[in-house]
């Protein structure tokens, strides 16, 4: 397992770095990964409750993280508010599924099968969106590559210290592996990596991934942040996971699982950092 996760890791990071170093990417990658992850949450559904509305569900998601790229709110700016785009979308989750379940052979489990295909628009699409929308920000692509390295750092360390020195449960009911020895070392690693970012030379080389905005203190900060709902993020995501009766959301990264078991963290991260350059600008 450890050797798959390795193994993974070495080949998906040079992708995901290459896509964040060029916005465009990012925005393909992001919404590739939305749909991968939407499929993953309708088939766990689909198996374990009731059949979702998926190519409905799906579409949404798609148009949840396009509406966050700066380009193509550029591109709609002449016609109406960008800033109004995820209401649309999110209006139109909400009504279209229920005009098709009205227009298709009405069931009784009707209403759920909304309900789910709505659930998985917005935890999947409209979260996403998030990293999306901050890569767009003025420095955006150290922003994300700040999300993406914290919340890493976090989660490696959580999982690597947890299995060697864990001992009290963090949530027996919800995940039973992880604790809170685990959970304070991901946040020590999270508060190292946060450091990083920090304006500064070294070796009379000025650092390239420096955040003017950040001091030490903000950094350490958000750092925490970052993998405290980071970390509540992948709670989330094996509490659904067990009311779904899954381990894993998938298989496509071997020793990791699927799409969702990997973005479950960085969502939440990057909601933080999205609304921490909000508050702060």
């Not at 920000?137 to 999300?147: D, H, I, S």
Request: aromatic share 14%; charged share 10%.
């Amino acid at each position: 397992m450890l050797k798959q996760r390795l193994i993974t890791a070495v080949v998906a990071l040079p992708i995901l770095i290459a896509a964040v170093w060029f916005a465009p990417w990012f925005t393909v990658l992001a919404t590739l990964v939305g749909a991968l992850g939407a499929i993953e949450f309708y088939r766990l559904v689909a198996k374990a409750k009731v059949p979702p509305i998926s190519f409905f569900g799906v579409a949404i998601v798609v148009l949840f993280v396009l509406s966050g790229d700066a380009g193509i709110q550029a591109m709609i700016e002449p016609y109406f508010d960008p800033a109004q785009a995820p209401l649309i979308i999110f209006t139109a989750a909400a009504i279209l599924p229920l005009i098709w379940l009205v227009i298709s052979a009405p069931k009784t489990e009707s209403f759920a099968r909304w309900a789910w295909t709505l659930a998985g628009a917005v935890y999947v699409g409209w979260l996403l969106s998030y990293l999306v929308a901050l890569r767009g920000v003025e420095g955006g692509r150290n922003w994300v590559f700040f999300a993406l390295l914290t919340t890493f750092a976090s989660d490696s360390a959580a999982y690597f210290f947890g299995r060697a020195r864990g001992r009290t449960k963090l949530a027996p009911a919800i995940s039973p592996a992880k604790t809170w020895e685990g959970a304070v070392a991901g946040a020590v690693a999270a508060l190292i990596i946060s450091l990083v970012f920090l304006p500064g030379n070294f070796f009379g080389v000025s650092n390239p991934l420096y955040l003017s905005e950040l001091t030490v203190a903000s950094a350490l900060l958000l750092g925490c942040l970052v993998s405290v709902f980071g970390q509540c993020g992948d709670l989330i995501e094996s509490l659904f996971k067990r009311n779904m009766n899954a381990k894993d959301s998938g298989v496509l990264f071997p020793g990791h699982g699927g799409v969702l078991d990997r973005v479950d963290s960085v969502v939440f991260a990057g909601i933080v950092v999205y609304y921490f350059v909000w508050l702060t600008r």
